[in-house]
């Protein structure tokens, strides 16, 4: 073979592992995560939410009385029962909404868009939740669920408050960290990745960005990071801070030595302190 023909090849197989790499990150395993709200000792309704394009996504309601509502939004490959033990303990004072991303959990879906058509469809839990006399709401989105938060707080003005756990700032900039052992080929690669998107999906999901979300945001938001986070790398979370830096309404906690996901009962209390600054007591709204 001449070596015009290896480099034909050899593109082939690049362009081909970029579409495979594609698919299986809209497509990817999905995490069942083996915990029940009996487990935690938490009362849910099974609820239906329908997104702007036909979907039924899954969710679990645990209500209050007269509290306000939280919506929680898990992380990436995971579902809702990832976070019970959070709705566990937000539920002593709030309404709480666990809901599966369209494509995860038992929601319908035959991808995940990444974040991009996500933040709508938390649109439409709040649509539900306030159709229902949950409010004033407030969003904690954890990994992907973070980003999501922030996407959707930006485009919606009925959520009050936003806790971005482990968020990425970028999901270009987290592609090319991920594929960073491509080394002068990983921003070809990540290109790639864009274009099987806009073919594929009808956009380009990594536009808007969290970071471009959250310079827009001028209501309450916690930011959470860990330092040693083994998935999303600190510099997202710094990335973020910056963005957040003319809003004066704007937290942060970072903290070191947690992996991706491990967030502690201390800062599930801090998680539920912000909710409760922001959003009103239970009694406060049971009054009105």
Do not use: C
């Amino acid at each position: 073979m001449t070596i015009a023909g290896w480099l034909v090849l050899v593109a082939a197989a690049f362009v081909a592992f970029s579409l495979l790499s594609f698919w299986l990150a809209v497509r990817p395993p999905r995490l069942t995560v083996p915990l029940r709200p009996s487990d935690v000792n938490l009362r849910v309704e099974a609820v239906s939410i329908q997104t702007a394009d036909g979907l039924r996504l899954a969710g679990w309601l645990a209500a209050r009385p007269g509290a306000p509502a939280v919506v929680l939004l898990h992380g990436y490959p995971a579902e809702k029962r990832d976070l019970l033990p959070l709705a566990a303990t937000l539920h002593a004072r709030f309404t709480v909404l666990l809901m599966d991303f369209r494509y995860f959990g038992e929601s319908e879906g035959r991808v995940t868009t990444l974040g991009f058509r996500e933040r709508d469809d938390v649109r439409r839990a709040v649509d539900w939740l306030h159709a229902r006399g949950h409010a004033p709401v407030g969003v904690f989105g954890f990994s992907m669920g973070g980003a999501v938060g922030l996407l959707a707080a930006a485009e919606e003005p009925r959520i009050r408050a936003v806790v971005a756990y482990a968020a990425f700032a970028d999901l270009q900039t987290l592609g090319q960290e991920l594929y960073g052992y491509l080394w002068v080929l990983r921003g070809p690669f990540v290109a790639l990745l864009r274009l099987w998107a806009r073919l594929f999906l009808g956009a380009d999901v990594t536009r808007p960005s969290p970071a471009e979300a959250a310079a827009r945001l001028g209501i309450p938001v916690l930011l959470i990071h860990s330092r040693q986070d083994d998935q999303i790398p600190f510099t997202h979370a710094e990335r973020l801070r910056r963005a957040l830096a003319a809003n004066q309404s704007a937290q942060f906690a970072f903290v070191d030595g947690a992996r991706h996901g491990e967030l502690g009962l201390e800062l599930e209390r801090r998680v539920a302190d912000f909710f409760g600054e922001h959003l009103g007591p239970p009694s406060k709204m049971a009054s009105r």
